[in-house]
């Protein structure tokens, strides 16, 4: 990791002025829409059949245990990052949650720190970059991963580079990878039905969900600037009332 | 006496303070009286089979809140003037059957525990609004949602929802934009109409 982040520094530098307001930040547009079909026809084939069997079969408070156990371990970053954001106190905090749930918790499977008051934070790379002022680069689509950015890709990075260090041994990575991606796709079982409203262009309204998404953790909520086109509050009983 | 003296006074902290507690916004006690009635009717009535029945009564509930022609305005954007009155009443109601069916898919896909609504910022005499709730869900992340509304006068209505930070206007500006761009208005109000019409897929 060490050698790997200032690579993606270094070409988020280069590409983040291929990110213009004309192609929405997506100059690879292109592209992305082809591995945005792939991802979707695997999710569609395999990983979302999977994870409804996951949560078919699974009682819930042993996936919520799983879930705990993967987010034990994601606080390492949080608590990496929010020093990073110059957030110590709440450092602090992800590193007593950590103590806490990988001791009382049983190597992380309850998450005992919240139920005293210790809080989950969200925190990560993507996100330390862009409020040290580094611009999202392009938005990329990436086979079985999907949306980033190149900014935010290096969570993605980070992430493979602490379960090698977590688990050297390719075989235990090889046990616990498959059930990581589970417990992440049943997570979003059912808020993925949201989908269905995307409308005429399903891959732009991921987009801008992503970008806006990103956007709010980074610089936080962005009250959207008034629309030109705003025609104001309906007046009462209009045209459009009159049969549903 | 002066057992009565403290009586008075304690009687009179005490009506100022529900005074206190009982003042919030209209905006902010509409959205809070509107999700508590959704709640019940979930936590009553969703059970798998039943998902006709909780859609019903969900979107009776929830449609004389939205203001479904300013979303649809919003979402088409600048084509939305050139538009004849006739396709503006179309496409507001191709995109209102798109926004029921989600809508109602999510909440009855979802374990809804409770609603919590924040106090509104804004001042009193404000009439455009952002009333501010977190959807607690049990086993999962509780998710912030948004609700951006406007008085017309009369009625409090939604025009914008934003979940996690994503509006749902904007997201949904985004992809009615290439096809209003290649194949104008009617050519949007025939995609919608023809999405509406696909089967369900089942949740």
Redesign the interface.
């Known amino acids: 990791m060490r050698r790997l982040l200032p690579v993606t520094l270094c070409c988020s530098f280069l590409l983040a002025g291929c990110a213009t307001p004309e192609n929405?930040g997506d100059p690879l547009e292109g592209l992305n829409r082809q591995v945005y079909r792939f991802n979707s026809a695997v999710d569609k084939a395999a990983l979302k059949p999977l994870a409804q069997g996951y949560a078919a079969v699974v009682p819930?408070p042993a996936?919520?245990g799983v879930?705990n156990f993967f987010n034990n371990i994601g606080d390492i970053f949080v608590s990496l990052n929010n020093l990073l954001q110059g957030h110590p106190d709440q450092t602090a905090s992800d590193l007593g949650r950590i103590v806490i749930n990988s001791t009382v918790g049983v190597v992380g499977l309850v998450d005992v720190a919240s139920k005293v008051g210790l809080e989950k934070h969200d925190a990560d790379f993507g996100q330390t970059l862009g409020k040290w002022g580094l611009g999202s680069g392009p938005y990329l689509v990436l086979p079985f991963f999907g949306s980033t950015t190149l900014r935010d890709s290096s969570d993605i990075v980070a992430n493979i580079a602490l379960y090698q260090h977590i688990s050297p041994e390719a075989s235990t990575r090889d046990k616990i990878n498959p059930v990581r991606v589970l417990d992440a796709r049943a997570?979003l079982?059912?808020?993925d039905?949201?989908l269905?409203?995307?409308?005429?262009?399903?891959y732009?309204?991921v987009?801008?969900?992503y970008l806006?998404?990103r956007?709010?953790?980074i610089i936080g909520?962005?009250?959207?600037a008034p629309?030109?086109?705003?025609?104001?509050?309906?007046?009462?009983a209009?045209?459009?009332e009159v049969t549903? | 006496m002066l057992n009565t003296q403290y009586m008075t006074r304690l009687l009179a902290g005490a009506a100022c303070l529900v005074s206190v507690a009982a003042y919030a916004h209209p905006a902010e006690d509409l959205v809070k009286t509107t999700t508590q009635d959704v709640l019940t009717i979930l936590k009553r009535d969703n059970k798998p089979g039943n998902e006709k029945l909780v859609r019903d009564q969900v979107t009776a509930k929830l449609?004389p809140y939205f203001?479904?022609?300013?979303m649809t305005?919003?979402?088409?954007?600048?084509n939305?003037?050139s538009a004849t009155?006739a396709q503006?009443?179309s496409l507001?109601?191709e995109f209102?059957t798109?926004?029921i069916?989600?809508?109602s898919?999510?909440l009855t896909?979802?374990?809804v525990d409770n609603i919590t609504v924040k106090p509104v910022q804004d001042p009193d005499t404000s009439?455009d609004v952002?009333v501010k709730t977190v959807v607690n869900r049990?086993?999962?992340?509780a998710?912030p949602v948004d609700y951006h509304m406007?008085?017309?006068?009369?009625?409090w209505?939604v025009?914008?929802v934003i979940?996690?930070?994503?509006?749902?206007?904007?997201?949904?500006?985004?992809?009615?934009?290439?096809?209003v761009t290649q194949s104008g208005i009617d050519g949007?109000i025939k995609?919608?109409a023809s999405?509406n019409q696909q089967p369900?897929?089942k949740?």
Do not use: C
């Open positions: 929405q819930r996936r919520t879930h997570q079982l059912g808020v039905s949201l269905e409203s995307s409308g005429p262009d399903e732009a309204f987009r801008s969900t806006q998404g956007q709010n953790k909520q962005v009250e959207p629309l030109e086109d705003d025609p104001g509050p309906t007046p009462e209009p045209a459009s549903p | 449609l203001d479904f022609t300013r305005a919003l979402v088409v954007g600048k939305w003037r009155p503006q009443a507001t109601k209102k798109l926004m069916q989600t809508y898919n999510v896909s979802t374990k009439t952002m049990s086993g999962a992340a998710i406007a008085s017309n006068g009369s009625t209505k025009y914008d979940a996690e930070g994503r509006s749902i206007v904007t997201a949904q500006r985004s992809s009615y934009s290439q096809v949007l995609e919608l999405k369900q897929a949740p």
